[in-house]
C-alpha cells in the first residue's frame, strides 16, 4: 500500500486501501469514495493524522476502503463516536461518513446535537433515499409518494430536511453535492474540512439497485445559483423553498467551535477500581 511521503504529492490512489469495494455496479458511492481520496490528496493530509468514522449501511463501509484510520462503528453512532475521538485528540482531521438511515433516522438525535456542539469534524451524508444495505425500506429523506413493496402508494410521511435541521441546530457549514461530478463535491469536501467546527455535506448518491429512477439526478441537478451567505435563516429560507437539486456551498458560518479543555491528567486507575468495586 502506497503512503505518501512529504518529499511526493500525494496522489488520489494513495488514500484507497487495497480492498475492493462491493457495492453494486453503478452505485454513486463509488464516486464518493473517489472524492473523498481526491480531497485527502488535495490538502495533502498524512493518512496517520486522518480518521473516517462511520455507522452501518452500504455507505457506511466508506472506512474500509480509505487508506487512513477508520472506525466503521453501530449503526446510528458514527458522530458520537467521533465526537469522542476529535475531543481526545484534536490534532485529528476527523471525517464522519454514512447514510441518510444511519444519519437521519437512528442517529437522528445525535446529528442534532452534533450540530449544537459544533465540535471541528466534517460530517459527509451519502443520501440516495432509501435504506440500501437492509433492501429498499424509506428513510427520512423518501418522497411521500415513493411506491415500493414496503410502502405501498407512498409512505405519505413528509422528508426531513436534513440540511435546514442543520442551520437550525447550529451546524457552521453546509453544502450540497452530487456524486456523479466528483470534482465539485471534492471542492466541497474540502471546503467543509477546512472551515472550523461542524461542517456538513449532504451529497446525492443514487441507490441504482433500490431506486433506479435516480439514475435521473444526472440531469436534475444545477449549480448553486447565488454565493454563500452566512445568514442561517437566509440559507434556510433559499433551500426550504430550491428544487433539492441545488449543488455548492450554500452556508458558511463564524460560530466559535466547541474544544474540550484536553488536560491530561494521570489517571489513578487503582482508586477508580476501589471507588467502583461492588
Ligand atoms: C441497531 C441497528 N438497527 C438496525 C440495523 C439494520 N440496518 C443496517 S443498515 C440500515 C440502514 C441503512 O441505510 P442507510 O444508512 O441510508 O445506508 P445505505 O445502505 O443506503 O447506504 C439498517 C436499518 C442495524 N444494523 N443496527
Ligand atoms: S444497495 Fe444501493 S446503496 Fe447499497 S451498494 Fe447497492 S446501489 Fe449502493
Not at 457506511?60 to 458514527?78: E, K, L, W
Not at 410521511?157 to 457549514?173: C, K, R, T, Y
Not at 426550504?240 to 466547541?258: A, F, H, K, Q, S
Request: with cysteine; glycine share 10%; charged share 20%.
Amino acid at each position: 500500500m502506497a503512503v505518501p511521503s512529504p518529499a511526493t504529492k500525494p496522489k488520489s490512489s494513495d488514500y484507497k486501501s487495497a480492498l475492493k469495494p462491493v457495492w453494486c455496479p453503478g452505485c454513486g458511492d463509488y464516486h464518493v469514495l473517489l472524492s473523498v481520496t481526491k480531497t485527502f490528496a488535495t490538502l495533502g493530509l498524512a493518512p496517520e493524522n486522518v480518521a473516517v468514522i462511520s455507522g452501518i449501511g452500504c455507505s457506511s463501509r466508506i472506512p474500509a476502503y480509505t487508506n487512513c484510520y477508520g472506525f466503521h462503528g453501530v449503526h446510528g453512532r458514527s458522530l458520537a463516536l467521533a465526537t469522542g475521538l476529535k475531543v481526545a485528540r484534536p490534532d485529528l482531521t476527523v471525517l464522519v461518513a454514512g447514510g441518510d438511515g444511519d444519519g437521519f433516522s437512528i442517529g437522528g438525535n445525535h446529528f442534532l446535537h452534533a450540530c449544537r456542539r459544533n465540535i471541528d469534524i466534517t460530517y459527509l451524508v451519502m443520501d440516495n433515499r432509501v435504506y440500501g444495505m437492509t433492501k429498499g425500506q424509506p428513510s427520512p429523506t423518501t418522497e411521500p409518494d415513493w411506491d415500493s413493496a414496503f410502502t405501498p402508494g407512498g409512505s405519505g410521511l413528509s422528508p426531513f430536511h436534513p440540511l435546514v435541521i442543520a442551520l437550525a441546530s447550529g451546524a457552521n457549514f453546509v453544502a450540497r453535492g452530487f456524486s456523479g461530478d466528483p470534482n465539485t463535491t471534492s471542492y466541497l469536501l474540502a471546503e467543509a474540512i477546512r472551515h472550523p467546527g461542524f461542517s456538513f455535506l449532504q451529497v446525492l448518491s443514487p441507490c441504482v439497485t433500490f431506486r433506479p429512477d435516480e439514475r435521473e439526478w444526472k440531469d436534475q441537478v444545477h449549480p448553486a445559483v447565488v454565493e454563500p451567505t452566512d445568514d442561517p435563516a437566509r440559507a434556510a429560507r433559499r433551500i426550504m423553498t430550491d428544487d433539492g437539486y441545488n449543488v455548492g456551498i450554500l452556508y458558511r458560518g463564524n460560530r466559535r467551535p466547541y474544544t474540550a479543555e484536553t488536560t491530561r491528567q494521570p489517571v489513578d486507575t487503582d482508586a477508580l477500581e476501589r471507588e467502583f468495586a461492588l
